[in-house]
């Protein structure tokens, strides 16, 4: 089959962690379509230039307009801040394109559906990496298997700690025109998909959100400060359409920890944890153990797969970050073959956007509000 030939507009962090994928994807699968890096779009050539030596795209772009309708590419790859994802993702929908984005889909809800409604009629996935993560897919495993029982609660977090750094360069993230949302775009996103994928949609909810630097120092301009419109820290608690009652907090402003996601699910039958700072491990807790020496197992994940999954390394020998992004690509390209389009889709992202315009509706009126889900 021929190769897929791609898009990929943005060359930030997440442009990295794209173009690894699309590198190494045929090494870790060799069964799935060759992609080739094609060409790489911004704004900024010397910055492209730089990103497509490191990563070998065969061209750069600054016209994005051009890159998504030309006729020798068949994927179109999105990774620039979020307010710019609609527009892009519908103009390579509407020239025939396969879409992938990245996460938060879109900068808020009207965009998110109309996203979804272009897109409904090309391959599209969202990149929501944390689905791939070894412990996160052994868990999803466990709870398919019913080995919790009926499940009471879920209590998730996404935990980091820049906010308040004040030599950290202004960036698009500090901007509600730009990223659409603070931590509830950025982090919650993370959260909701995670949860929604392992327990189904969220009905209703209530949220607080908190800005607690409203300006902040701009480090390049000494002296100077700048305004910030976005949400620093967001609290919510939810009750899923099964019952199941969750609380989800994400902040910038959590000192002592990098980049901690994590989420406890409590059932009946037992209790399952991660924390993506041990992203080879679930902590497993059988409620039917001896009372004695019952306690929370540490148990190792097998790579992305059930155990003996061929792909990335034997069990015992971990896989990283890059690898959830490899793996998602992975899952997208057997989609596109087996006619069983991996997920996250488009719809999913959409989904995700509905509990985040309802949690800023949330904080907004001070009251529960129903997602629609
Ligand atoms: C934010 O700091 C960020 O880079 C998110 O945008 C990513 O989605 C998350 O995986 C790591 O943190």
Redesign the pocket.
């Known amino acids: 089959m021929a190769p897929l030939n791609v898009a990929m507009i943005g060359y930030g962090?997440m442009g990295k962690a794209h173009s690894n994928a699309f590198a190494q994807v045929g090494h870790f699968y060799p069964g799935v379509r060759e992609v080739r890096r094609r060409v790489v779009c911004g704004r900024n050539r010397a910055g492209l230039e730089a990103l497509a030596r490191a990563w070998e795209w065969d061209e750069v772009e600054t016209d994005w307009r051009h890159a998504v309708t030309r006729p020798d590419i068949d994927l179109v790859d999105i990774c620039t801040p979020n307010y710019l994802h609609a527009e892009m993702a519908i103009a390579a929908a509407e020239a025939g394109k396969m879409v992938l984005c990245e996460?938060p889909l879109a900068n808020n809800l009207a965009e998110a559906e109309a996203m979804a409604e272009a897109a409904a009629r090309v391959p599209n996935f969202v990149w929501f990496?944390?689905r791939r993560v070894p412990a996160v897919v052994l868990a999803r495993r466990l709870l398919e298997q019913g080995r919790l029982g009926r499940i009471y609660q879920y209590r998730a977090q996404y935990l980091?700690q820049?906010g308040p750094d004040p030599t950290r360069p202004r960036n698009w993230?500090m901007s509600k025109q730009t990223a659409g949302s603070g931590v509830n775009g950025?982090?919650n996103s993370?959260l909701i998909d995670t949860a929604m994928m392992l327990l189904g949609p969220i009905r209703e909810l209530s949220a607080t959100v908190e800005t607690f630097l409203p300006e902040k120092a701009d480090p390049a301009n000494p002296g100077h400060t700048y305004r910030i419109d976005i949400d620093d820290a967001v609290l919510v608690q939810a009750r899923f359409a099964s019952g199941v009652l969750g609380s989800f907090e994400a902040t910038r402003f959590a000192t002592g920890y990098l980049?901690d996601?994590n989420f406890a699910v409590h059932g009946e039958r037992g209790m399952l944890e991660f924390h993506f700072e041990d992203m080879n491990r679930i902590e497993y807790t059988d409620a039917g153990d001896d009372p004695e020496v019952r306690g929370r197992r540490k148990v190792v994940a097998p790579a992305l797969g059930p155990p003996g999954d061929p792909h990335f390394w034997k069990t015992g020998h971990p896989i990283g970050y890059e690898h959830t992004f490899i793996s998602s690509l992975a899952d997208f390209l057997v989609g596109l073959e087996s006619g069983d389009p991996a997920r996250p889709t488009f719809e999913d992202g959409l989904a995700v956007q509905r509990v985040l315009e309802a949690v800023e509706a949330s904080a907004d009126q001070r009251r529960w509000v129903e997602t629609g889900l």
Do not use: T
Request: a positive charge; glycine letters at 0%.
């Open positions: 962090f996460k990496n944390y980091q820049w993230k950025d982090l993370h980049n996601n």
